[in-house]
């Protein structure tokens, strides 16, 4: 029987990056992926670009039940040593914005950035494996499709529900309850928005600052056929729980009422309209303020003023629900950082088991935040057992 000293369960951005910190001249390890090729969320990721980190990168960015339990991993390897490996790869990347870090050429440069990696410390990689149990007895025993593999140290890497035609499953959920572990609820995040009425505004995209739950995001916001998207719904459903009233600021660089009134003082004749346009899209002020579109400012009221300044500083609704795991990013919740250590990201009561990447109950905004979890969790699971091995 073949033991290995180390076997990562998923091939993709935290499961590489892991396996290539472990192996050491001595060590075996292998990763096992479910599907005929790794990496193929990091693939499509950022339209194809993998926008694989973010230039500032703190624990704030990141939701989970412990707010400060990634610290630990973001400190010791944080975006800039990350952003060091893509440079001596002569990986050519660019800043999008808001710190945003992008593949200039594609998304499989950071792929082949891995396995690169992995190559160098002779990391064993097959595919087509699919996992079906874990069980441990002295050593890690991992029931797959291909038969029976037995492990020292078992790291589990499987990813989160999101993009399940890239073969996303709930198998590393699954371990971690057989194991006595607790998982914390499970819902689709990074995800648009479902809300009815707005389908004469598909299309019309605007910058604004969205409200949900005491957090407070600015970006640019999307009209969609089924609802609201864009970059700041993104970032505002990893803090929507189903029921949320939401708050939008469609201009939140000019104060409507003051420039309402100021204008109805030195030209009362002039329409609504005329003095708008310059700051929205016409199609949305049609539909926004309707009647009150084509009214010169003077047959405008004090009350009426304050009324359509209100309706784009401080638009309300309580979205219908999501567009579900078929449209996230990623999964909000997962394992429970109550049950890992936050320096080495190993099960507490089991030696030798690891979660780590977006198993985990550690999720960031949308910005690369989310690629740099991977590659700081996977870190620290990789440094201490090549430490203890």
Same mark, same amino acid.
């Given at each position: 029987?073949?033991?290995?000293?180390?076997?990562?369960?998923?091939?993709?951005?935290? +499961?590489?990056?892991?396996?290539?910190?472990?192996?050491?001249?001595?060590?075996?390890?292998?990763?096992?992926?479910?599907?005929?090729?790794?990496?193929?969320?990091?693939?499509?990721?950022?339209?194809?670009?993998?926008?694989?980190?973010?230039?500032?990168?703190?624990?704030?960015?990141?939701?989970?039940?412990?707010?400060?339990?990634?610290?630990? #991993?973001?400190?010791?390897?944080?975006?800039?040593? *990350?952003?060091?490996?893509?440079?001596?790869?002569?990986?050519?990347?660019?800043?999008?914005?808001?710190?945003?870090?992008?593949?200039?050429?594609?998304?499989?440069?950071?792929?082949?950035?891995?396995?690169?990696?992995?190559?160098?410390?002779?990391?064993?990689?097959?595919?087509?494996?699919?996992?079906?149990?874990?069980?441990?007895?002295?050593?890690?025993?991992?029931?797959?499709?291909? !038969?029976?593999?037995?492990?020292?140290?078992?790291?589990?890497?499987?990813?989160?529900?999101?993009?399940?035609?890239?073969?996303?499953?709930?198998? !590393?959920?699954? &371990? #971690?309850?057989? *194991?006595?572990?607790?998982?914390?609820?499970?819902?689709?995040?990074?995800?648009?928005?479902?809300?009815?009425?707005?389908?004469?505004?598909?299309? &019309?995209?605007?910058?604004?600052?969205?409200? @949900?739950?005491? /957090?407070?995001?600015?970006?640019?916001?999307?009209?969609?056929?089924?609802?609201?998207?864009?970059?700041? &719904?993104?970032?505002?459903?990893?803090?929507?729980?189903?029921?949320?009233?939401? %708050?939008?600021?469609?201009?939140?660089? $000019?104060?409507?009422?003051?420039?309402?009134?100021? %204008?109805?003082?030195?030209?009362?004749?002039?329409?609504? /309209?005329?003095?708008?346009?310059?700051?929205?899209?016409?199609?949305?002020?049609?539909?926004?303020?309707?009647?009150?579109?084509?009214?010169?400012?003077?047959?405008?009221?004090?009350?009426?003023?304050?009324?359509?300044?209100?309706?784009?500083?401080?638009?309300?609704? &309580?979205?219908?629900?999501?567009?579900?795991?078929?449209?996230?990013?990623?999964?909000?919740? +997962?394992?429970?950082?109550? %049950?890992?250590?936050? /320096?080495?990201? $190993?099960?507490?009561?089991?030696?030798?088991?690891?979660?780590?990447?977006? @198993?985990?109950?550690?999720? +960031?905004?949308?910005? !690369?935040?989310?690629?740099?979890?991977?590659?700081?969790?996977?870190?620290?699971?990789?440094?201490?057992?090549?430490?203890?091995?």
């Amino acid at each position: 029987m073949r033991i290995y000293d180390v076997i990562v369960l998923g091939g993709g951005a935290a +499961g590489l990056f892991c396996a290539a910190q472990v192996s050491a001249r001595g060590t075996n390890v292998l990763v096992i992926e479910k599907n005929k090729k790794v990496g193929l969320k990091i693939q499509v990721s950022g339209g194809g670009r993998c926008n694989f980190t973010n230039q500032k990168v703190q624990s704030e960015d990141f939701y989970s039940e412990n707010p400060r339990f990634s610290k630990s #991993a973001l400190a010791q390897y944080s975006s800039e040593q *990350f952003i060091s490996l893509v440079k001596s790869h002569n990986i050519e990347f660019y800043e999008k914005k808001l710190g945003q870090l992008f593949c200039r050429k594609n998304s499989f440069e950071i792929i082949n950035l891995l396995l690169d990696e992995c190559k160098k410390k002779n990391v064993e990689i097959k595919t087509e494996v699919e996992v079906l149990g874990v069980t441990k007895d002295k050593y890690f025993e991992i029931k797959t499709s291909k !038969g029976l593999l037995h492990a020292k140290n078992l790291v589990v890497a499987t990813g989160g529900l999101s993009f399940k035609k890239l073969g996303a499953s709930n198998i !590393g959920f699954e &371990i #971690a309850k057989r *194991f006595g572990l607790k998982v914390t609820g499970l819902v689709p995040a990074l995800v648009p928005f479902l809300a009815k009425g707005y389908t004469k505004l598909v299309g &019309i995209s605007l910058p604004v600052v969205v409200k @949900v739950n005491k /957090k407070v995001v600015e970006d640019d916001f999307l009209f969609t056929h089924k609802g609201f998207s864009g970059p700041a &719904i993104l970032k505002a459903s990893l803090y929507w729980n189903a029921g949320d009233k939401i %708050e939008i600021d469609f201009c939140s660089k $000019e104060d409507l009422e003051v420039l309402l009134e100021n %204008e109805k003082k030195k030209n009362p004749n002039k329409t609504v /309209k005329k003095l708008l346009i310059p700051l929205f899209p016409t199609r949305f002020l049609e539909h926004w303020l309707r009647d009150d579109f084509s009214k010169p400012l003077q047959e405008l009221s004090k009350k009426k003023i304050k009324e359509i300044a209100d309706s784009i500083h401080r638009f309300q609704c &309580i979205p219908d629900g999501t567009e579900g795991y078929d449209k996230a990013e990623v999964t909000r919740g +997962g394992v429970s950082t109550k %049950e890992l250590d936050s /320096k080495t990201m $190993e099960v507490k009561s089991i030696p030798g088991l690891y979660f780590i990447g977006e @198993v985990v109950d550690v999720t +960031g905004l949308l910005g !690369g935040y989310n690629f740099q979890w991977a590659w700081s969790s996977a870190y620290l699971a990789g440094k201490h057992i090549k430490d203890k091995l």
